[in-house]
């Protein structure tokens, strides 16, 4: 399975694929991008099968990024791990698309159960 992480923070960027590793998901192709500019070039040239993306990053937030990849028609599994979890931020994210909202700080509990469902 091929995963990207998207985050503006690089620190974030290595816990989430250490937090990966510890929630039993290894072996999986990954690959990084800083901010929804650059995950949408990525995205477009790579299709993975799993995008977890921050919500708030500068040039394109991990929202309008869903809703560009909804809008071209490109669908694969998408979660946010976010400080952001309202219930308004929460809805929206589904509305696009998102399958799951991982509230940050998070535990490699907290990413099993989200992601299970998700990854064989």
């Known amino acids: 399975m091929k995963i990207m992480i998207v985050d503006d923070s690089a620190a974030m960027r290595m816990i989430v ?5 510890q929630a039993g998901f290894e072996g999986h192709e990954i690959s990084e991008a800083e901010d929804g500019v650059k995950a949408l070039a990525a995205i477009e040239s790579s299709s993975p099968d799993l995008v977890l993306s921050d919500w708030n990053m500068p040039r394109m937030t991990g929202i309008e990024l869903l809703e560009r990849l909804a809008a071209a028609g490109l669908r694969f599994i998408f979660g946010f791990i976010t400080t952001e979890a309202t219930l308004e931020q929460r809805t929206r994210a589904t ?8 509230s940050k700080p998070f535990t490699p509990e907290t ?6 469902p998700h990854i064989h």
């Open 95 to 102: 509305t696009a698309g998102a399958s799951f909202l991982i």
């Open 111 to 116: 990413f099993k159960a989200a992601l299970a």
């Open 17 to 21: 694929k250490k937090t990966l590793r």
